[in-house]
C-alpha cells in the first residue's frame, strides 16, 4: 500500500513541476508564444557547414545532448498542456452543444506546435512555439 501511494505522490510532483513549467514559459518566454510572422522552415539542404547541424563536429553532439536534456521537460509541459487542451475543448465542444468553432479554438493553439526541442532552436535559427499557430486568419 505504501509502494502505491508513492507512485501517486510522484506522478503529482511530476505534473506540478510540468505545469510550473508550461506556465513560466508561456508567460515569460517570446520565443515560445505563437506568432503568425515568420514561421520559416530551414531545411538541412541549405545549412552552414558552420551551423550545429553538421554531425560531425563535437559541438553537434552537445547541442544534440542538451536538446534531448531539454525536451524531456519541456516535451511533457507540452503533453500536459496539449492534454489539457482536449479535455477542455471537449468540455467546452459539449457545454455549446457541439459548436466545433469553440472547440478548434481551444484544441489547435494547444495541440499543436513543437513538441521536441531542436540544434535549430537552440541556436536561434527556429522560433520554439510552445503554443501552435491558428490555421485561420486572426480577426481584427
Not at 103 to 120: E, F, H, L, N, R
Request: glycine share 10%.
Amino acid at each position: 500500500m505504501s509502494t502505491n501511494r508513492f507512485l501517486r505522490v510522484q506522478a503529482w510532483r511530476v505534473l506540478l513541476v510540468g505545469a510550473i513549467f508550461c506556465t513560466v514559459l508561456v508567460v515569460t518566454g517570446e520565443s515560445v508564444l505563437a506568432h503568425g510572422e515568420d514561421i520559416s522552415e530551414t531545411s538541412p539542404s541549405q545549412s552552414s557547414p558552420s551551423s550545429p547541424s553538421n554531425l560531425a563536429s563535437p559541438q553537434a553532439a552537445g547541442f544534440q545532448a542538451a536538446c534531448w536534456a531539454l525536451t524531456i521537460p519541456y516535451g511533457a509541459a507540452k503533453m500536459a498542456y496539449a492534454i489539457g487542451g482536449g479535455i477542455v475543448g471537449g468540455l467546452a465542444w459539449a457545454t455549446t452543444g457541439g459548436n466545433m468553432e469553440v472547440a478548434k479554438s481551444i484544441w489547435i493553439p494547444s495541440m499543436t506546435g513543437d513538441y521536441i526541442v531542436q540544434p535549430q532552436h537552440l541556436t536561434g535559427e527556429k522560433h520554439l512555439y510552445f503554443v501552435g499557430v491558428s490555421s485561420e486568419a486572426p480577426l481584427s
